[in-house]
């Protein structure tokens, strides 16, 4: 290997090690090892959608959209206001959050099952009321599906848009019958197992959905202010502006974000299509065995909103 290959492999290694570290946390890659080391059945196989979905770089901003289609809903919001802590551990939540889809994704069927207990269990504590006197629980199985629709939606989306191997329509209904089981394993009824049932579920849900003060702050602390160093606000941005457009346009002017008009949309999307492109070829994992380690990237790494503390 000459300098210069020498050289492009440690920026690769690099970025890819400083990307995996934010996302996994320092327990990292002792989850990783039992993830994909421990022997046991899985809930899914390799060829199963849900792998390719959660195991790509897209995920970066079908999360993004989930967090901010999630927040219209105000009992969702209220509950994440109170509970989350969003503000003050959102490297911590993320953290949780990927080791939740990668041992739900490609963990043992055991594993998979004791972090569903444990977020059913978190959600057992999360209750209150809101502004307005209604009162909320996230263990509430019809508000549970909402948030689960709003991220299943969001990730399938963005999949398509940016992902390395779109699926075609059996495989998009195939992801939706995988993330269905680990939707009723947290308590959500009937969950959608296909696009039109998707798409009738997330009408549904309209007329429970309505701006808050709370989730516009929301969106502009995940838009403006991430906690993250100078040098990765810039790829950072390029993840926010296609997640905004990713946005069904009520939803912006609900959170009153920018309007893009149409040909803003054609122009963002390749910088989308470059970034995780990017952020794919960061993180090939140096061994096959490492494939899946969370969602997020080259079935690696992810981000997304915590299920631990979903409402």
Not at 7 to 29: C, D, K, N, T, Y
Not at 167 to 176: M, N, V
Not at 205 to 223: N, Q, V
Not at 239 to 268: D, H, K, Q, Y
């Amino acid at each position: 290997m000459d300098s210069s290959a020498r050289a492009v492999s440690g920026l690769r290694e690099r970025l890819g090690s400083a990307i995996f570290a934010q996302v996994a946390g320092p327990a990292g890659p002792e989850n990783r090892a039992r993830i994909h080391g421990e022997p046991g059945p899985r809930w899914f196989g390799p060829d199963r959608p849900i792998r390719t979905v959660h195991g790509d770089a897209s995920m970066f901003i079908g999360g993004l959209r989930a967090l901010l289609l999630q927040s219209l809903h105000p009992l969702a919001m209220a509950a994440v206001e109170a509970h989350s802590g969003y503000r003050g551990d959102p490297w911590g939540r993320l953290q949780r959050t990927s080791t939740f889809l990668a041992v739900t994704t490609y963990g043992t069927a055991d594993d998979a099952q004791q972090a569903v207990d444990h977020v059913r269990a978190v959600h057992g504590r999360v209750r209150g009321t809101t502004s307005r006197g209604e009162l909320y629980s996230a263990a509430d199985p019809h508000l549970l599906g909402w948030v689960h629709a709003a991220e299943v939606d969001s990730f399938l989306l963005a999949h398509q848009r940016f992902g390395a191997e779109p699926l075609d329509a059996a495989g998009c209904d195939g992801y939706l019958t995988d993330t269905a089981r680990v939707a009723e394993a947290l308590g959500v009824t009937d969950p959608p197992r296909s696009r039109s049932e998707l798409a009738a579920r997330l009408g549904a849900y309209r007329g429970e959905l309505r701006p808050t003060e709370e989730a516009r702050e929301a969106a502009r602390f995940i838009l403006l202010h991430p906690p993250l160093p100078w040098i990765a606000r810039a790829p950072y941005a390029v993840l926010a502006a296609n997640s905004i457009a990713a946005l069904p346009r009520w939803a912006r002017t609900a959170l009153e974000l920018p309007r893009l008009s149409g040909m803003a949309e054609t122009c963002v999307a390749p910088t989308g299509r470059a970034l995780t492109a990017a952020i794919r070829w960061a993180m090939i994992p140096p061994r096959p065995s490492d494939q899946g380690l969370s969602f997020g990237s080259c079935r690696a790494r992810g981000v997304r909103p915590d299920p631990n503390e979903r409402p």
